[in-house]
Every structure is written in structure tokens, then in C-alpha cells.
């Protein structure tokens, strides 16, 4: 268990830890260094101890100015600590030498050694689980080898193996103790191991022997103590000492003395009940701490969640911070004593208050047991914790409510997987933890849990990434992300990854002693599963169909089916909500299952055979949807409306084309195609193609929109495929008589006259579009004729021009209500002004687009304004948010698949690479650059770039690459 007041860790790779117990990225240089100084904290190591800790005492490696060195290594350390958040003095020069000065528990290495006396002092006077409890808080400090990452200097060795040494004899005082207390059948496995990797140490031996034989595995015992014999004399020449021989002896002649019986004792009614902390608790220090304002603020605190998200494990670290540090506690949250009661494995209609009462070890003599509860509970103050309420809930809350009304000094924290729901009770809910950040809480917990059975496991380059998709995968839940962790004993990470599409079945590693519903996946959510009605079941289940959540309105339209009317479906919504199994989103009015409950509640779909029906109902529902809302996705509303059904749309396609439902895939993906447009292009061209692959559809209508749709989505890249599809668009609407459409297909056409071919011709296409189109779309069309001409414009250069007309079109655009394309606008009109010489206006017009698009969900418009306004930046100077400017603009096209952006994204950074004077790397940024631009560019903007190549291969001695490219951009000039 990492020590949160442990600060410098070296039993494992060198850490240094902030005040949350994260840790804080060391320099591989300076790690020795500080495992020297934390292993002597308090004491001055002089310089010669330190350069043999970082280079050996032979002298081979030593560098020519040692003390120079050395100096530049405490800078680095300094600065080390101070990212780390600890203050200057912590590392102090001191003759002859350096000091950390920090006390003995801020170092694990140094606790982990006092834990060892304490478990000794603990042993001698007879105390077996309070030794236990120290051994096991000592060992697990441990995180991997000892000085894992500090090199092989004499001085490194030396320690590390000490150290190493004093962990073994630890593990073995350990065993020694479940031995004399009776757990030798716990014990024979982890013995076993040990001895494979210890073969010829005797101390193992003999607890192997004891443990097998004590478990009634005599011939095994004899034969572990035949194989050491063999060992030791093939390998040293010598026999087992006296003691062990003697020991086997006592086995073939059944004589070995059982261990020593304890008397049983009293259960204690107080804080010593709560369970020993086995384990770190990561990441719930917020939840720590908001759950103890509200037990200020009320006498009633139930923590509420799904299975599996930690709830127990909250309230016992609650319980144990208000048990054992009563002068952190507010007064009204202090507590005399702490007293526990477990419900899981009560069946349901056992007598709450008989179950309260032999907790508490309250004898009801004579009375009934709520009585006897409530007079044990009346006196002093009290924090009584009751775990696992939900299969009970309503006794419990009948219970509780009587309490909290009999006796003022009485606190309750419950947990549950439902809010008892009575008076004066406030609910904390226990979420997932976060998995937005690599380094983040539950990437630290399947780390740790992962180190428990396999100590080598790291977290680098290569292993984080794919933890924290792991993590992101099993929603930030403790129980599977421990499930999954102990799964890295015979599995990589990039395996279990792979293996989350059954989790179910990966996920079964639990503890032997933990409960039952705790040690599968699948048993965590069977147990809630159960407690549900009917009616609710059925209604879990038909949720698993939608993606990324639904509105009140979709479940009633979905799900409202065989036993489920639609007037239910609201009021057995919110009861799931209460039983945790779903997660309502206030601030949109919507609803989700974690992707884990959704995997659960899809097999209980599967199972009822309910799965073509939802599928279908769900399609209805999002082509409905799609028809009425998508004309109208101008309005930035319906465009959050349709963005949050993006998930759900993309699997109604999917079920379109699986079925053969072709007719209403089409019906929804055309309807979409301008919301895609707007948003993520490449779903909307995988929608489409997928439909039109089937070869199905009657329509020649819907399939030329699909077309047209493929062609509208490349505008601003476009492909061979996607001009051939604009082209037979054309040709089948012109054939039918559909003069709308085939208006919309020229436009298509002329888009690409941003990038070459006849002007003329595409402002001959533009006009008659515009005559044909007139004000439909309360104008809309129009404005975007004044689009094509204003990229048209730009295209050529007349930048003056371009200015005048990209304000027109805004103006147009603004008038029909369309921020959205209105953010585009202005990215455009700023290149314009850039390019015109009127830089600043230029770079005021790009940051205004950037607000503008900004949260809006459209990745082609915010990376096209980012990375314009980075350049601006370039050209203006080299401004500090250039770097994070192109960073962001990098990152946002590749999700966005946006091939333009990425080429500027790489050109900006091949400009400020020859800024720094490494010509080499801004040779190889505009290579990547063209290769991803192609012909998808503002000639001017090609020339510009093959004309800085040059420039650039000039510089880093490539002549033959500088001609070629001043080549290419002579040739896009003339």
C-alpha cells in the first residue's frame, strides 16, 4: 500500500510523491542520486559516498571534473523536487557533502524497516495479528525490486540486495505467523513459488514442509525436503542442518507439534472492528472529503453507486479517518467510537434489526432486537456504519430512521446501491475514477494491483497508453479495473485490451476472501441484477441498444414494448437511475449506461431474444429524428440535439445494412448529410459508402443523394472516388427532372475550384446554381454562391477581392442564423486579410473564429482555425502559443481526419524548426506536409511551401532536392 506521508520511494523504480500521492516523473540522471540521499535522510552523505553512488567506486566511469558533475546533478534534483512541490530546503549542501533533510517515515525504504521491528516487538508478545498487520503494511511498500532504475554501481548492489534480503525475511516472518495461527492451506501456494525461486534457502523449506504436512500432504512434505537435500548436496556439497533434518524426521513419524490454539476473543464493538486496510484506496481523496462535510451537515450520509465503483471501501476509509484522527475531525463529526455493520450476506426478509444486533454483539435479554439496538446506541457519540443496504433497503430505512430519531449523537454512513430514503438523509454518489489523464488516478490503481502479481510491472512509454485505454474502456470502475490488473500476471496489457470485448469472461480474478459478488465482473452485476423487478429488467435490458446515451422521449419511443408501456417507461427510468444502473446527465437531460452495464444488459437482451425488435424500433426512431431535425442543423440547438445522437445514428447505419433495411438507411443517412458536413465528415462518407455497397435501394433518387453526399463531404479534399460520385449524382438528377439536387450537385462541382482547373467554368456552374437555387433555404443557397465565389477568388490571389466578398458572405450567412458555417467564414476571410498584408486584423478575425467554433463540436472548422491563426502568429512573430497552438490543431485534425490541417500543422512546425536553425527537421516536416497536402491546396499555398523546401534543403546540403522542389513551385506560378 503506497504511504501517502511516504515522499521518496525506493523499494521499486525512484519515486517522488506529492502531497496526493501521485508520483512525480524523476530524470533518469538524477534517481541515484536521490535514492542515496533518501536512504541517509538526515544525514550529510559526503561527496565521495555520492559521485561512488552514481559512478562506481572503481573510477572507470568516473567523469573528468567529478564534482562539477555532480553539482549539475543536484541542480537537476532541486529542480526535480520542486515540480514535485517540496521546498527548497529539503535538499541542502551541507560539508563535506549534501543532506536530505526530511525525517525517516518520509522515506518508504526507512518505514518499511521500523514496520519490520514493530512486527517483531509485536510477534514476541504474543500479539499474531497485530505482527500480521504490520508485516503486510511493510510489504506492501514494495512496488518491484528494490533501487529497480538507480544502475549497478557497487554501493546500488550492495543496498538493493540488503534490502532484497530484509523483504524475504519478512515475507518468510509472515508466513511464519499464518502458520502458528492456522492458515496453512492459505499459505502452501505462495511458499511454493517462493521456494522455486529460492531453491536452496532452508528457512523456505521448512515452512513448506510445515504448511504441506499441516494440510494433511504428508508424501509431499517429504518429498519438498528429499528435493532441498538433493539441492544442497549437488549444489554446495553439504546436508540440511540439524533442525530441518530433525523436522522430517517428526513428519515420516507424524510427531510435529500442531501450532499453539488462542482462546477465542470477544469481538470488540468499536473501531477495531473495522477491517485492516489490505490495500491502497487511489484516487478517492475528493470523496474522502466531501463525504465527511456532508456527515457535518447531516446525521445520515448514504453512499450511492453501481456494483463494483468502491462504495465499501469509501466508507471504511471514512470510518477509519474519523476513528483515527479525532483532532482532524470537526466536533460534530467526531466519534467515540465506530461501529460496523455488514449486510452483503444476509438473504432477502432476514430480520433487519436481529442482523443489527448480532453485529454489534447487543444480546436483545428480553427485548426485542431494534430495542436493544437503540439502547447500545443511544449514549455517547457514534458513527455506525452499515454496508451493502440495497437487497434490504427498505427495513434498513425503517430501521435507521428510528435510530437516527432516538438517539442525537448518532451518525450513519450507509452504503447502497440505492438511497434509503428517508428524512434528513444526503446522498454522496461514489463515481468512477478519472480517466481523462495517463497519469490519473485509475491508471495509478491498475498499476499498483498489477504490481501485486507481477512486481516487474512498469508504466512507460509503451504500457501507459494502453493501461489508461483499458481504464477508459472499463469506465474508470475500481472492481474491473483490479479485475483487469490482476489478469498482467499472464497477460501484457495490449492483451487484456484485447480481450475487453468479453469481459465478461476475462474479468473472473477476484480475491478467494473477498464476497462472492465481488470476485467476477459478471456476479457484481448479477447481484443487482436480481433485485430488480420485471418490469425493470426489461427495460435495463432495451437500453443496451442505444450508444452514448437517449432522451426520456427515445426510451418511450424504443423501448415501450411486449410488457413495457410507454406511460411506464419514465417512472422505471428514474428507478433504475435510484438503483444506480443508470447515469442520468442533468445538464443535457440525458441518460447512459456505463459501457459495462451495457455489455451486461445486450446479453440479458440476447437472452430474451429481444434484439432484432429493439434494433429496429431504434432505427425507426433515428430516422425519424434525423428527417425532422436534420433540415434545420444550421441551428447551433439541433446541431447539439443531432451531435449528441451521433453515436446512435452511427449504430442505426450499422443495423441498416446488417438487416438489409436498405430503404431506411439511406432515409437517415441522407438526412445526416449536412450535420456530418459540419461535423465528423468521416462518418458520414463511411455511412454512405457502406449503403451504397449493398447494392440495394430502389430508389435512384436516394442513391444519387448518397452520392451527392460523398462528393459534399471531400470538398475540402477531395478524391478521385468522391468527384466521380459528384459527376453520376449529376447525371441521374439531371436525368430524372430533380433541378434542386442537381443545382446542389454543380456546387459540389465548383467546390473544387478552390484547388485549379477553368475558373470561368466553375463560375458558369456557380451561376446557374444560383438562378436555379434562388432563396430556398431562406437563402441559404445563395450564401453559399458567395462562398464558392469568395474561394474562388482566393484561390487566384486577388486577395482584395476574396476580403470583400468573404465579409459578403458572412453577412449572408449571419442572416440565416448559421454560426456554425459562420466560423468558417472568418477563418477564411483572415487568411485573406493575411495574405493582403493586414496581419493583425488578420490574426483579431482568426481568434474570433476560434471562439466561435470553439466547444461547437466541429473538428474541421476548429482545426482550420487554430492552425491559420498559428501562422498568423509565425508571421506576425513567433509568439509563445504557436507551439500549443499547432500542438492542438495537430491533434483535432487527426481526429477529425483531416489531412489539410495536418499539412499545416507540419509546415508551421517546419517554419519554426528553421527559426531554431535545425533545417533537418523542417526538411522532414514539409515533406510530410505535401505528402499529405497532394493537389488539396490554394495553388499560391502549394508554391509558398515547395518554394520553403527549397529553402530548407539548401541549408541541410540537399541541392538535388532544393532544384526539384523550386521546380514545382515555378510550375504553380506560371
Same mark, same amino acid.
Given at each position: 500500500?503506497?504511504?501517502?506521508?511516504?515522499?521518496?520511494?525506493?523499494l521499486?523504480?525512484?519515486e517522488?510523491?506529492g502531497?496526493?500521492?501521485?508520483?512525480?516523473?524523476?530524470?533518469?540522471?538524477?534517481?541515484?542520486?536521490?535514492?542515496?540521499?533518501?536512504l541517509?535522510?538526515?544525514?550529510?552523505?559526503?561527496v565521495?559516498?555520492?559521485t561512488?553512488a552514481l559512478?562506481?567506486?572503481?573510477?572507470?566511469?568516473?567523469?573528468?571534473d567529478a564534482?562539477?558533475a555532480?553539482q549539475?546533478?543536484?541542480s537537476?534534483?532541486?529542480?526535480?523536487l520542486?515540480?514535485?512541490?517540496?521546498?527548497?530546503?529539503?535538499?541542502?549542501t551541507?560539508?563535506?557533502?549534501?543532506r536530505l533533510?526530511v525525517?525517516?517515515?518520509?522515506v518508504?525504504?526507512?518505514?518499511?524497516?521500523?514496520?519490520?521491528?514493530?512486527?517483531?516487538?509485536?510477534?514476541?508478545?504474543? @500479539?499474531v495479528?497485530?505482527?500480521?498487520?504490520?508485516?503486510?503494511?511493510a510489504l506492501?511498500?514494495?512496488?518491484?525490486?528494490?533501487?529497480?532504475d538507480?544502475g549497478?554501481?557497487?554501493?546500488?548492489?550492495?543496498?538493493?540486495?540488503?534490502?532484497?534480503?530484509l523483504?524475504?525475511? *519478512?515475507v518468510?516472518?509472515?508466513?511464519?505467523?499464518?502458520?502458528?495461527?492456522?492458515?496453512?492451506n492459505?499459505?502452501?501456494?505462495?511458499?511454493?513459488?517462493?521456494v522455486?525461486?529460492?531453491?536452496?534457502?532452508?528457512?523456505?523449506?521448512r515452512?513448506?514442509?510445515?504448511?504441506?504436512?499441516?494440510?494433511?500432504?504428508?508424501?509431499?512434505?517429504?518429498?519438498?525436503?528429499?528435493?532441498?537435500?538433493r539441492?544442497?548436496?549437488?549444489?554446495l556439497?553439504?546436508?540440511?542442518?540439524p533442525?530441518?533434518q530433525?523436522?522430517?524426521?517428526?513428519?515420516?513419524?507424524?510427531?510435529?507439534?500442531?501450532?499453539?490454539?488462542?482462546?477465542?476473543?470477544?469481538?470488540?464493538?468499536?473501531?477495531?472492528r +473495522?477491517?485492516?486496510r489490505?490495500?491502497s484506496?487511489?484516487?478517492?481523496?475528493?470523496d474522502?472529503?466531501?463525504?465527511?462535510?456532508?456527515?457535518?451537515?447531516?446525521?445520515?450520509?448514504?453512499?450511492?453507486g453501481?456494483g463494483?465503483?468502491?462504495k465499501?471501501t469509501?466508507?471504511?476509509?471514512?470510518?477509519?479517518?474519523?476513528?483515527?484522527?479525532?483532532?482532524?475531525?470537526p466536533?460534530?463529526?467526531?466519534?467515540?467510537?465506530?461501529?460496523?455493520v455488514?449486510?452483503?450476506a444476509?438473504?432477502?426478509?432476514?430480520?433487519?434489526?436481529?442482523?443489527? *444486533?448480532?453485529e454489534?454483539g447487543?444480546?436483545?435479554q428480553?427485548?426485542?432486537?431494534?430495542?436493544?439496538?437503540?439502547?447500545?446506541l443511544?449514549?455517547?457519540?457514534?458513527?455506525?456504519?452499515?454496508?451493502?443496504?440495497e437487497?434490504?433497503?427498505?427495513?434498513?430505512?425503517?430501521?435507521?430512521e428510528?435510530?437516527?430519531?432516538?438517539?442525537?449523537r448518532?451518525?450513519?454512513?450507509a452504503?447502497?446501491?440505492?438511497a434509503?430514503?428517508?428524512?434528513?438523509?444526503?446522498?454522496?454518489?461514489?463515481?468512477?475514477?478519472g480517466?481523462?489523464?495517463?497519469?490519473?488516478?485509475?491508471?495509478?490503481?491498475?498499476?499498483?494491483?498489477?504490481?501485486?502479481?507481477?512486481?516487474?510491472f512498469?508504466?512507460?512509454?509503451?504500457?501507459?497508453?494502453?493501461?489508461a485505454?483499458?481504464?477508459?474502456?472499463?469506465?474508470?470502475?475500481p472492481l474491473a479495473?483490479?479485475?483487469?490488473?490482476?489478469?498482467?500476471?499472464?497477460l501484457s496489457?495490449?492483451?487484456?485490451?484485447?480481450?475487453?470485448?468479453?469481459?465478461?469472461?476475462?474479468?473472473?480474478?477476484?480475491?478467494?476472501?473477498?464476497?462472492?459478488?465481488?470476485?467476477?465482473?459478471?456476479?457484481?452485476?448479477?447481484?443487482?441484477?436480481d433485485?430488480?423487478?420485471e418490469?425493470?429488467?426489461?427495460?435495463?435490458r432495451?437500453?443496451?441498444v442505444?450508444?452514448?446515451?437517449?432522451?426520456?422521449?427515445?426510451?418511450?419511443e424504443?423501448?415501450?414494448?411486449?410488457?413495457?408501456?410507454?406511460?411506464?417507461?419514465?417512472?422505471?427510468?428514474?428507478?433504475?437511475?435510484?438503483?444506480?444502473?443508470?447515469?442520468?446527465?442533468?445538464a443535457t437531460g440525458?441518460?447512459?449506461?456505463?459501457?459495462?452495464?451495457?455489455?451486461?444488459a445486450?446479453?440479458?437482451?440476447?437472452?430474451?431474444?429481444?434484439?432484432?425488435?429493439?434494433?429496429?424500433?431504434?432505427?425507426?426512431?433515428?430516422?425519424?429524428?434525423a428527417?425532422?431535425?436534420?433540415?434545420?442543423?444550421?441551428n447551433?440547438t439541433?446541431?447539439?440535439?443531432?451531435?449528441?445522437?451521433?453515436? @446512435?445514428?452511427?449504430?442505426?447505419?450499422?443495423?441498416?445494412?446488417?438487416s438489409?433495411?436498405?430503404?431506411?438507411?439511406?432515409?437517415?443517412?441522407?438526412?445526416?448529410?449536412?450535420f456530418?458536413n459540419?461535423?465528423?465528415?468521416?462518418?458520414g462518407?463511411?455511412?454512405?459508402?457502406?449503403?451504397?455497397?449493398?447494392?440495394g435501394?430502389?430508389a435512384?433518387?436516394?442513391r444519387?443523394?448518397? +452520392?451527392?453526399?460523398?462528393?459534399?463531404?471531400h470538398?475540402?479534399?477531395p478524391?478521385?472516388?468522391?468527384?466521380?460520385?459528384?459527376?453520376?449524382?449529376?447525371?441521374?438528377?439531371?436525368?430524372?427532372?430533380?433541378?434542386? @439536387?442537381?443545382?446542389?450537385?454543380?456546387?459540389?462541382?465548383?467546390?473544387?475550384g478552390?484547388?485549379?482547373?477553368?475558373?470561368?467554368?466553375?463560375r458558369?456552374?456557380i451561376?446557374?446554381?444560383?438562378?436555379e437555387?434562388?432563396?430556398?433555404?431562406?437563402?441559404?443557397?445563395?450564401?453559399?454562391t458567395?462562398?464558392?465565389?469568395?474561394?474562388?477568388a482566393?484561390?487566384?490571389?486577388?486577395?482584395e477581392?476574396?476580403?470583400?466578398?468573404?465579409?459578403?458572405?458572412l453577412?449572408?450567412?449571419?442572416?440565416?442564423?448559421?454560426?456554425?458555417?459562420?466560423?468558417?467564414?472568418?477563418?477564411h476571410?483572415?487568411?485573406a486579410?493575411?495574405?493582403?498584408?493586414?496581419r493583425?486584423?488578420?490574426?483579431?478575425?482568426?481568434?474570433?473564429?476560434?471562439?466561435?467554433?470553439?466547444?461547437?463540436?466541429?473538428?474541421?472548422g476548429?482545426?482550420?482555425?487554430?492552425?491559420?491563426?498559428?501562422?498568423?502568429r509565425?508571421?506576425?512573430?513567433e509568439?509563445?502559443?504557436?507551439?500549443a497552438?499547432?500542438?492542438?490543431?495537430d491533434?483535432?485534425?487527426?481526429?477529425?481526419? @483531416?489531412?489539410?490541417?495536418?499539412?499545416?500543422a507540419?509546415?508551421?512546425?517546419?517554419?519554426?524548426?528553421?527559426?531554431?536553425?535545425?533545417?533537418?527537421s523542417?526538411?522532414?516536416?514539409c515533406?510530410?506536409?505535401?505528402?499529405?497536402?497532394?493537389?488539396?491546396?490554394?495553388?499560391?499555398?502549394?508554391?509558398?511551401l515547395?518554394?520553403?523546401?527549397?529553402?530548407?534543403?539548401?541549408e541541410?546540403?540537399?541541392p538535388?532536392?532544393?532544384?526539384h522542389?523550386?521546380?514545382?513551385a515555378?510550375?504553380?506560378?506560371?
Amino acid at each position: 500500500m503506497p504511504n501517502t506521508a511516504v515522499t521518496f520511494a525506493v523499494l521499486g523504480p525512484t519515486e517522488v510523491r506529492g502531497s496526493d500521492g501521485s508520483a512525480t516523473a524523476l530524470p533518469p540522471s538524477v534517481r541515484a542520486l536521490l535514492a542515496r540521499l533518501a536512504l541517509s535522510c538526515g544525514r550529510v552523505v559526503p561527496v565521495d559516498g555520492l559521485t561512488d553512488a552514481l559512478w562506481g567506486d572503481e573510477g572507470d566511469d568516473l567523469p573528468a571534473d567529478a564534482a562539477n558533475a555532480l553539482q549539475i546533478r543536484v541542480s537537476k534534483l532541486r529542480r526535480a523536487l520542486a515540480a514535485a512541490g517540496l521546498g527548497a530546503d529539503v535538499l541542502v549542501t551541507q560539508a563535506p557533502g549534501y543532506r536530505l533533510a526530511v525525517p525517516q517515515d518520509a522515506v518508504d525504504a526507512h518505514v518499511f524497516e521500523r514496520l519490520l521491528v514493530r512486527a517483531r516487538e509485536e510477534t514476541a508478545a504474543g @500479539n499474531v495479528i497485530a505482527a500480521l498487520g504490520s508485516l503486510d503494511d511493510a510489504l506492501r511498500l514494495w512496488r518491484g525490486p528494490a533501487l529497480a532504475d538507480v544502475g549497478q554501481t557497487t554501493w546500488a548492489t550492495t543496498e538493493s540486495a540488503r534490502l532484497e534480503e530484509l523483504r524475504l525475511g *519478512a515475507v518468510e516472518d509472515r508466513f511464519e505467523l499464518l502458520l502458528e495461527s492456522g492458515g496453512h492451506n492459505e499459505a502452501v501456494a505462495d511458499v511454493e513459488r517462493l521456494v522455486a525461486r529460492h531453491p536452496l534457502r532452508e528457512r523456505l523449506h521448512r515452512l513448506l514442509m510445515l504448511a504441506l504436512y499441516r494440510g494433511g500432504r504428508q508424501a509431499e512434505a517429504l518429498a519438498a525436503y528429499q528435493a532441498l537435500r538433493r539441492g544442497l548436496a549437488d549444489e554446495l556439497g553439504i546436508d540440511p542442518s540439524p533442525e530441518l533434518q530433525a523436522l522430517a524426521e517428526a513428519i515420516l513419524r507424524q510427531q510435529v507439534p500442531s501450532p499453539p490454539r488462542e482462546e477465542p476473543q470477544p469481538q470488540p464493538v468499536h473501531g477495531d472492528r +473495522l477491517p485492516r486496510r489490505l490495500t491502497s484506496v487511489i484516487g478517492r481523496q475528493d470523496d474522502v472529503a466531501a463525504a465527511l462535510e456532508r456527515l457535518a451537515e447531516s446525521r445520515v450520509v448514504t453512499l450511492t453507486g453501481p456494483g463494483g465503483m468502491g462504495k465499501t471501501t469509501l466508507a471504511f476509509e471514512i470510518a477509519r479517518r474519523v476513528n483515527e484522527t479525532p483532532d482532524e475531525m470537526p466536533d460534530v463529526t467526531r466519534a467515540d467510537r465506530v461501529l460496523l455493520v455488514r449486510l452483503a450476506a444476509l438473504e432477502p426478509g432476514t430480520d433487519v434489526a436481529d442482523a443489527f *444486533a448480532a453485529e454489534l454483539g447487543v444480546p436483545p435479554q428480553g427485548t426485542a432486537a431494534a430495542d436493544a439496538v437503540e439502547e447500545h446506541l443511544r449514549d455517547g457519540r457514534t458513527l455506525l456504519v452499515v454496508d451493502n443496504c440495497e437487497h434490504l433497503v427498505d427495513d434498513v430505512a425503517a430501521l435507521v430512521e428510528r435510530l437516527a430519531a432516538a438517539c442525537p449523537r448518532l451518525r450513519v454512513l450507509a452504503t447502497s446501491r440505492e438511497a434509503l430514503a428517508i428524512p434528513g438523509e444526503v446522498q454522496v454518489a461514489v463515481g468512477p475514477l478519472g480517466v481523462t489523464h495517463n497519469d490519473g488516478p485509475a491508471v495509478r490503481l491498475f498499476a499498483e494491483r498489477a504490481r501485486a502479481v507481477r512486481p516487474s510491472f512498469t508504466l512507460d512509454a509503451e504500457t501507459t497508453p494502453v493501461v489508461a485505454s483499458i481504464c477508459r474502456r472499463l469506465d474508470g470502475m475500481p472492481l474491473a479495473i483490479e479485475l483487469a490488473a490482476a489478469r498482467v500476471k499472464a497477460l501484457s496489457p495490449a492483451d487484456i485490451e484485447a480481450r475487453l470485448a468479453d469481459r465478461f469472461s476475462l474479468l473472473t480474478a477476484g480475491p478467494r476472501t473477498g464476497e462472492a459478488r465481488h470476485r467476477t465482473l459478471r456476479a457484481t452485476l448479477d447481484w443487482s441484477h436480481d433485485l430488480l423487478s420485471e418490469a425493470e429488467r426489461r427495460l435495463l435490458r432495451r437500453l443496451a441498444v442505444f450508444r452514448g446515451g437517449w432522451t426520456p422521449a427515445a426510451a418511450e419511443e424504443v423501448c415501450a414494448f411486449g410488457g413495457v408501456s410507454r406511460g411506464e417507461v419514465l417512472d422505471l427510468l428514474f428507478r433504475l437511475v435510484d438503483r444506480s444502473l443508470v447515469v442520468p446527465e442533468p445538464a443535457t437531460g440525458r441518460f447512459r449506461l456505463l459501457v459495462t452495464v451495457r455489455d451486461y444488459a445486450w446479453a440479458r437482451l440476447e437472452e430474451a431474444g429481444e434484439v432484432a425488435e429493439c434494433r429496429d424500433r431504434h432505427l425507426a426512431y433515428c430516422v425519424r429524428l434525423a428527417e425532422e431535425q436534420g433540415p434545420h442543423v444550421r441551428n447551433l440547438t439541433v446541431y447539439t440535439r443531432l451531435y449528441d445522437e451521433h453515436d @446512435n445514428f452511427r449504430a442505426a447505419v450499422d443495423h441498416a445494412v446488417d438487416s438489409g433495411d436498405v430503404e431506411n438507411g439511406f432515409r437517415l443517412a441522407c438526412a445526416l448529410v449536412m450535420f456530418w458536413n459540419y461535423g465528423v465528415r468521416y462518418e458520414g462518407t463511411r455511412a454512405l459508402t457502406a449503403l451504397l455497397e449493398t447494392g440495394g435501394g430502389s430508389a435512384a433518387a436516394a442513391r444519387a443523394r448518397a +452520392l451527392q453526399g460523398i462528393g459534399l463531404l471531400h470538398v475540402y479534399y477531395p478524391t478521385p472516388r468522391s468527384v466521380a460520385a459528384t459527376e453520376e449524382s449529376l447525371a441521374v438528377f439531371e436525368e430524372i427532372g430533380d433541378v434542386r @439536387n442537381a443545382a446542389i450537385s454543380r456546387l459540389v462541382t465548383a467546390w473544387a475550384g478552390q484547388y485549379g482547373g477553368d475558373p470561368g467554368h466553375y463560375r458558369a456552374l456557380i451561376e446557374r446554381s444560383r438562378r436555379e437555387l434562388g432563396d430556398s433555404d431562406d437563402g441559404w443557397w445563395l450564401g453559399m454562391t458567395e462562398y464558392l465565389e469568395a474561394l474562388l477568388a482566393l484561390r487566384l490571389g486577388d486577395f482584395e477581392d476574396a476580403v470583400v466578398r468573404w465579409r459578403r458572405t458572412l453577412d449572408l450567412a449571419r442572416s440565416v442564423g448559421d454560426r456554425i458555417i459562420g466560423s468558417a467564414i472568418l477563418a477564411h476571410l483572415g487568411i485573406a486579410l493575411r495574405e493582403s498584408g493586414r496581419r493583425e486584423e488578420a490574426l483579431a478575425v482568426l481568434r474570433e473564429s476560434v471562439d466561435e467554433v470553439r466547444g461547437r463540436n466541429s473538428l474541421h472548422g476548429l482545426t482550420f482555425a487554430l492552425v491559420h491563426t498559428a501562422h498568423t502568429r509565425l508571421d506576425v512573430d513567433e509568439g509563445d502559443d504557436v507551439t500549443a497552438l499547432l500542438a492542438e490543431a495537430d491533434d483535432v485534425a487527426r481526429r477529425a481526419r @483531416n489531412p489539410r490541417c495536418q499539412a499545416w500543422a507540419a509546415w508551421g512546425r517546419a517554419r519554426m524548426a528553421r527559426v531554431r536553425g535545425d533545417a533537418g527537421s523542417a526538411v522532414r516536416e514539409c515533406r510530410d506536409a505535401l505528402a499529405l497536402l497532394k493537389e488539396g491546396e490554394f495553388p499560391w499555398a502549394r508554391a509558398r511551401l515547395w518554394s520553403f523546401l527549397a529553402g530548407c534543403a539548401e541549408e541541410t546540403g540537399l541541392p538535388d532536392e532544393a532544384a526539384h522542389a523550386r521546380e514545382k513551385a515555378a510550375a504553380l506560378t506560371n
